[in-house]
């Protein structure tokens, strides 16, 4: 890259020869200045000088990497030279490394060797800020790094472009699928067995029989660092809920259909069980399948089905017995056969995942599609619902993480009456409250990861449901207060789509999508503690 000098640069500085610098690089923006949407002047004010202040003041950091770096000549050179100012988010080494016990059976790291991002104070969770923890080794670390860089590169920019598009490139999820993150975030990677259906390896260069819980933690927790749930959906909406009865309950023929497409980023699944009349009601819902002899003759419709409008597969829940739980089984439709007709859906937020209305009329689905056992439907469901629901946590906590995050940075640049928003003690407040809920919610999500790591496989679902239940409720209530909160915080900006508040603006329209689907907060709360009841009435009744 060449260099300049800011005397250099300062001669470049009317309309028709217009140079400015930001951050100790050198941009010519003489093309740009008709297409600045605030207006060629406001460019030219800083002509041949230095605008970073101005930039910052803004716009975010992702428009200079979609925007800015294009137009970019040459760096400063006296910046070549200096040490960078900026945080950096390789691992730092001090003079007095932190000990850890010699005796520590699981290669725990502390924080010291943690550290990592750009330490904006509760903007990532405490074991990347100098927190000891007793969850991650190195392989989550290296886990980390790559899935962020990812994410910071290839993915953070074009949020905004691609919402408003409301479509996610294909050659996206095929990316995110060589890296291997497909297999992490499907559930795939926990079980050996799928092993032979994977393409690709696991992402970070983390190895099969290591692979648990808090890897896939760190990759749907570091996905959702972009700020738009529509990507993260598009990305691993369907398969993430879709594709884990496949693997858990199928045939092996279906399992060779489906699971190596669906890994590979090449085909798409959803699952199908919302109805218009049905939601968290599942043991109602109205679809049937009547036994044909050879094959079942599938009739009824799916409402909101995320990643429906595209998929390729679909994993149908439908009636093939008597009403209630007892009569639900579950289908592999695939969208070739005929009478399967899905429409998009025009909804408040989660742009470009695909949310569809689903139609089956008349389809004839072989009997070997049936997944599982006839009428043991209800239970897949339900092995189902943990998985789904702490997704939903998982997501949902770190993008209230992002609102703190987005909303502390502005309010550290900008000024209201001579000061700058953080230093009124209103704003400190929000922040507090704010805080507070995601750090809580944090702490009790990494506890449930750690009883399905260590407790017996065949416990978990009884023994975690409940909480399960209140914790995603927990969850979606927390992102809803610091998505208002931060909207607050941004002001006018947050109202408007795209610039400074672009994350803040669009996580607002999507709380909904986390507060509903895979249970209502009214659902999972009363289902929380009704499970807990359970529990008392058997203690009770022991003592007895």
Not at 280 to 290: H, I, M, P, Q
Not at 369 to 394: A, D, S, T
Request: charged share 25%.
């Amino acid at each position: 890259m060449k260099k300049f000098t800011v005397e250099e640069v300062a001669k470049h500085s009317v309309a028709s020869d217009c140079w400015i610098i930001v951050d100790g690089k050198v941009f010519d923006v003489t093309e740009f200045l008709d297409v600045h949407p605030g207006g060629k002047k406001i460019l030219l004010k800083k002509a041949g000088k230095d605008a970073s202040k101005e930039f910052k003041k803004f716009h975010n950091a992702s428009i200079m990497k979609k925007v800015g770096l294009p137009m970019q000549i040459g760096v400063i050179e006296s910046a070549v030279t200096e040490a960078p100012s900026q945080p950096t988010t390789e691992t730092k080494q001090t003079s007095t490394p932190v000990k850890v016990a010699e005796t520590d059976i699981h290669q725990l790291v502390s924080g010291e060797q943690a550290r990592y991002g750009e330490g904006i104070p509760y903007g990532d969770p405490t074991w990347y800020q100098d927190w000891n923890s007793p969850h991650y080794t190195q392989s989550h670390i290296n886990l980390r790094k790559s899935i962020r860089e990812f994410v910071d590169n290839e993915v953070m920019p074009f949020c905004h472009e691609w919402s408003e598009a409301k479509a996610i490139p294909r050659e996206v999820v095929k990316r995110a699928a060589e890296l291997g993150i497909l297999n992490a975030t499907s559930g795939a990677a926990k079980n050996p067995r799928n092993v032979k259906y994977m393409k690709y390896p696991l992402p970070g260069g983390v190895k099969v029989g290591e692979f648990d819980i808090f890897h896939e933690f760190i990759c749907v927790d570091e996905l959702s660092r972009c700020g738009s749930g529509g990507f993260i959906w598009a990305l691993m909406g369907g398969l993430g809920i879709g594709l884990p009865p496949i693997m858990n309950f199928a045939s092996e023929e279906l399992r060779e259909k489906v699971i190596p497409g669906c890994l590979a980023g090449d085909k798409f699944i959803a699952l199908a069980i919302t109805e218009p009349s049905a939601g968290s009601d599942v043991a109602n819902l109205k679809t049937t399948a009547k036994d044909m002899g050879d094959h079942y003759l599938l009739n009824g419709e799916k409402k909101w089905i995320t990643q429906g409008a595209y998929a390729d597969y679909y994993t149908v829940a439908c009636r093939t017995g008597g009403e209630g739980m007892g009569g639900v089984s579950l289908l592999l439709v695939e969208r070739t056969m005929p009478g399967v007709n899905a429409r998009y859906m025009d909804c408040q937020g989660m742009w470009g995942s695909g949310t569809s209305y689903i139609t089956f009329e008349d389809v004839k689905v072989p009997k070997h599609h049936i997944i599982g056992k006839v009428n043991q439907g209800f239970k897949y469901i339900m092995h189902n619902f943990n998985h789904e629901r702490l997704g939903i946590v998982m997501q949902a906590n770190r993008l209230a993480r992002v609102c703190i995050e987005e909303a502390l940075k502005y309010s550290l640049k900008r000024k209201t009456f001579g000061q700058r928003l953080i230093e009124h003690a209103v704003i400190r407040n929000k922040f507090g409250h704010m805080i507070r809920q995601c750090e809580a919610t944090h702490a009790w999500l990494e506890s449930v990861l750690y009883q399905l790591k260590t407790q017996p496989e065949n416990v978990t679902p009884n023994l975690l449901a409940g909480p399960i239940a209140l914790l995603k409720a927990q969850s979606t209530q927390t992102f809803e207060f610091c998505a208002r909160e931060a909207s607050q915080i941004f002001g006018g900006l947050a109202y408007t789509r795209g610039g400074q508040a672009e994350k803040v603006e669009r996580l607002y329209r999507e709380v909904r999508a986390y507060a509903i689907p895979g249970g209502s907060e009214e659902i999972m709360l009363d289902l929380g503690v009704r499970q807990a009841l359970k529990q008392a009435f058997a203690a009770t009744k022991q003592k007895l």
